[in-house]
């Protein structure tokens, strides 16, 4: 018997996910202990978990009990934190969850998603997974979303689903507040995918509840340092959170991640002033890379930065940086070749960064 003919043929024809190199195994490959490679190629946070996380980890006496499916607590402390009632929140293994549920929940084979590339690999991937059909309506050159022809690909296409991050990933630009608005007023949802808002310091999680259409998606990845842990929210309206309610898989949080959050949201002056650092170093990294004759900056919200290398492209320089132990992201994607995105490090890691590409570009 062929097994593989069992298999949904369109699943058997999905492009896999590109999946990161685990960092020891980085580590093993170029001969590097892990506390020397600097990791700047997955917008995570240098500066890692507030230490009350650590500690709440280890004092927590019930990790043999499952976790809360209702995730109650979490969600109390969260509404506090967002300002948005427990009754709008639902918590994901990760943002990226709440993606593949709100996929889940509205789009049947054959159905079309909106996005606007460059953007955030998850949409495009989830589409897939459900077999729905992914209408991309692209950028302009500085990465802004052209909003009336969002609008008529919604309509021309019957799109259930818009998902627009703001700040975007990879550029790091914001998606203007009237922009919501406007796209508010088509039928369809649209998901403003905030992953990065704690950084811009704009947001639209007030609008949810106030339009029915709106769903906001945040996670404490980026800001709190929990990107390992998997713990990410969405700000749902009523009527759409109840049907969610019903496809989460019970346990999806697992107690770990739980615990966590929580600690961090006792610690959110600590987080935020970690932020703030981050915010003052992404100014200054790019200073420095507008000074940088042989590149482009792109002016970012977020806790990265795109550059594009002005002749040269993006694999080259990724590969001569990762000899020095200097992990950044390039891309294969149409227009963005000559590419690359940089995290925010710490201070001395961005020097190293700097210096590192300055020299490259200069040889
Ligand atoms: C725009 C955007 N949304 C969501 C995520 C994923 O967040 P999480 O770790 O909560 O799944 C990322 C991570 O890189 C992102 O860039």
Redesign the pocket.
């Known amino acids: 018997m062929e097994i593989e003919a069992l298999i949904r043929p369109d699943l058997a024809a999905l492009e896999p996910y590109t999946p990161i190199v685990p960092f020891e195994a980085l580590s093993a490959r170029l001969g590097l202990p892990v506390e020397r490679i600097i990791k700047l190629d997955?917008?995570e946070n240098p500066y890692g978990p507030a230490p009350g996380v650590r500690e709440a980890l280890a004092r927590y006496p019930f990790y043999a009990i499952y976790p809360d499916p209702d995730q109650t607590e979490l969600r109390a402390a969260i509404s506090g934190y967002i300002g948005q009632p427990t009754e709008r929140i639902i918590c994901g293994n990760?943002?990226?969850e709440i993606i593949d549920l709100l996929m889940r929940l509205f789009v049947a084979p054959g159905e079309a998603v909106v996005e606007a590339p460059p953007t955030?690999g998850?949409y495009s991937f989830n589409t897939g997974v459900v077999g729905g059909r992914l209408v991309q309506v692209p950028r302009d050159e500085a990465f802004g979303v052209d909003v009336e022809a969002i609008a008529a690909a919604v309509e021309a296409s019957r799109a259930k689903l818009i998902f627009l991050?703001s700040p975007n990933?990879p550029d790091g630009s914001l998606l203007p507040r009237a922009a919501v608005e406007r796209l508010l007023e088509l039928p369809a949802v649209l998901v403003v995918?905030e992953?990065?808002a704690e950084f811009s310091g704009q947001s639209v999680a007030d609008l949810v509840g106030q339009a029915p259409n709106l769903v906001v998606?945040r996670?404490f990845?980026k800001w709190a340092g929990l990107?390992g842990l998997?713990i990410?929210y969405g700000l749902v309206p009523e009527p759409i959170i109840r049907h969610l309610w019903k496809i989460k898989p019970p346990y999806n949080i697992n107690m770990a991640a739980h615990v966590a959050a929580l600690a961090s949201l006792a610690a959110v002056d600590e987080l935020l002033a970690n932020v703030r650092r981050i915010i003052a170093e992404r100014e200054r990294v790019f200073a420095a890379l507008a000074a940088m004759p042989q590149v482009r900056v792109y002016p970012s919200a977020a806790n990265f930065l795109l550059v594009r290398l002005r002749n040269g492209d993006g694999r080259a320089v990724k590969q001569a940086l990762e000899q020095r132990g200097i992990l950044i992201r390039h891309y294969n994607k149409p227009g963005l070749q000559d590419c690359i995105r940089i995290s925010i490090g710490t201070p001395t890691h961005n020097d190293a960064l700097l210096e590192a590409l300055s020299d490259l570009l200069q040889n």
């Open positions: 997955a917008n990760g943002s990226d955030f998850m991050p990933n995918d992953a990065y998606l996670t990845s990107a998997r990410g």
